[in-house]
């Protein structure tokens, strides 16, 4: 009797092995769909950790979720939760197939139907509205395998499917429908300029060029624009550029400084080369620089893009340049930019914007040209161009956002010390007295300034540029706001 019963408990968890492999046991895994349809799923094993910054996704505080791969298995990713339609935890153990919601969340102008559906036959599918996680008794609604409900408003949905007392993932979509008071009022994502025929390659949205990226401004409204990023298959995104086609020139180069992309050794090897990528009438080129007096001055420069030759020669590329006097480029432009490489040390991410004055600019509420002007010996020059074509820029700048992971659960709402944020404002100036075209005109002394250090707020109110756009609007204007210089003067010259 008793070899039959342990016969018996033998065959028994055979069968439970079977059903197991059956239902889907498997190794736990991150999913992340977003809004785009696009899907990237992470196994756990392969994972140093998953942050989600500002709280969980769906939370009214959280801000996105930062995917960090074991050592030298890959470069840290980020998404915004406006970007993800749903984030499911699931595997290590017997599962129920997890909902599908659809529409896969998004930014609507109108009211929306949404069908919450599950492959498992028998299933009862719960779902909430408020971003809490559903269950037997706790819903909005529930309907047998499929249900159908209307979204007046902007909601976070959460659904599972529980099947013989075993529950799914939860699934979870975004809905925004975009109201005056929405909390991402500037965000890239709601751009209404944005058409095929501005972006650089003739296709595309906000979402597949990463312009949702923190580190991207928003979008100009100038219709002759174009917009493009310089991306490697190891290390994800170079840099991106918004390009003035009417004025050929750059108007800004944003990227990122993390873990995975800073600490390379590649030497630049590579030679100036026009951008094929922007449209050819309104690209700049040798030509525009040849014999001119002024430097190719990179704006994401070589140093901060080592980590293979294929990404340190995207930054050879001159759309990724504005015309700089060497005295500047090589002086306290080159400063600073070791002063970020310092900072990028300090914090886990550090989102970057280099630009250059092309447009008006307000300084101390007088409205100036942004390409440089003077007058001297009683002769004025204005708007002057690099051979003729490129504008000079009378000023240069940086907008610099810091993230630090280990302060994000801080849990008080004051996102200073989970963020911070610095603007450096320079004046491009010229040590010699001669320069482009001298046997015209002598160009006048200019003296180096000091830089300015400001915050983001001052840098806006200067170029008209909105930096930091796609951060939730309550958590931009604390940040924006905030004078955070006694951490960026740590190993740096703020008093340059």
């Excluded at 197991?20 to 999913?31: E, F, L, P, R």
């Excluded at 620089?289 to 901060?304: E, K, T, V, W």
């Excluded at 060497?326 to 914007?353: P, S, Y």
Aim: aromatic share 10%; charged share 15%.
């Amino acid at each position: 009797m008793r070899v039959l019963f342990n016969n018996i408990i033998a065959k028994i968890a055979i069968a439970i092995a079977i059903l197991a492999t059956a239902a889907g046991a498997t190794a736990q895994t991150y999913t992340i769909t977003l809004v785009n349809g696009t899907v990237h799923t992470y196994e756990a094993s392969a994972l140093d950790s998953i942050q989600f910054v500002g709280g969980t996704f769906g939370s009214t505080t959280g801000v996105g979720v930062k995917v960090y791969p074991s050592a030298n298995s890959g470069h840290s990713v980020e998404f915004l939760y406006s970007q993800i339609s749903s984030l499911v935890i699931s595997g290590g153990a017997i599962t129920v197939d997890t909902p599908t919601i659809s529409p896969a969340g998004g930014s609507y102008t109108v009211a929306q139907s949404v069908t919450v559906a599950t492959t498992t036959a028998g299933a009862t599918v719960y779902y909430t509205t408020d971003g809490t996680t559903p269950s037997a008794s706790n819903y909005t609604g529930r309907g047998s395998t499929t249900v159908t409900f209307t979204l007046n408003s902007s909601a976070v949905v959460k659904a599972i499917a529980i099947y013989n007392g075993t529950s799914s993932a939860t699934a979870s979509a975004t809905f925004t429908i975009i109201t005056d008071d929405d909390n991402n009022a500037n965000a890239n994502w709601h751009a209404t300029t944005w058409t095929s025929n501005n972006l650089a390659s003739g296709s595309g949205t906000p979402s597949s060029y990463g312009f949702w990226r923190l580190e991207v401004p928003h979008i100009s409204s100038e219709s002759n624009t174009s917009w493009l990023q310089k991306s490697t298959s190891s290390y994800g995104v170079t840099y991106a550029i918004e390009w003035s086609n009417t004025l050929i020139a750059n108007r800004w180069t944003c990227y990122q400084f993390h873990a995975g992309n800073r600490n390379g050794s590649t030497t630049g090897s590579d030679t100036f080369k026009e951008d094929t990528e922007l449209p050819s009438a309104t690209r700049s080129k040798q030509t525009h620089y040849s014999s001119s007096g002024y430097s190719r001055g990179h704006l994401c420069p070589s140093a901060d893009r080592k980590m293979s030759s294929e990404q340190n020669a995207q930054t050879y590329r001159f759309g990724n340049m504005q015309p700089q006097w060497q005295a500047h480029n090589g002086g306290q432009w080159n400063n600073l930019e070791a002063d970020v490489r310092t900072w990028a040390g300090k914090c886990d991410t550090l989102f970057i914007v280099k630009a250059a004055t092309i447009d008006n600019i307000t300084l101390s509420g007088t409205t100036e040209s942004g390409v440089y002007s003077t007058t001297y010996n009683g002769t004025t020059y204005s708007d002057l161009k690099c051979n003729g074509t490129l504008p000079v820029p009378k000023y240069f700048y940086m907008a610099l956002l810091a993230y630090t992971k280990s302060s994000q659960d801080s849990g008080d709402g004051n996102y200073y010390g989970t963020f911070r944020a610095l603007g450096i404002w320079t004046k491009h100036y010229n040590s010699g007295t001669k320069g482009a075209d001298s046997s015209t005109h002598d160009w006048p002394v200019i003296n180096e300034e000091s830089a300015e250090y400001i915050t983001i707020d001052e840098l806006e109110a200067r170029t008209g540029i909105d930096f930091f756009c796609n951060l939730p609007d309550d958590i931009e204007v604390v940040v924006e706001a905030a004078d955070s210089k006694s951490w960026w003067s740590s190993g740096a010259s703020l008093n340059r």
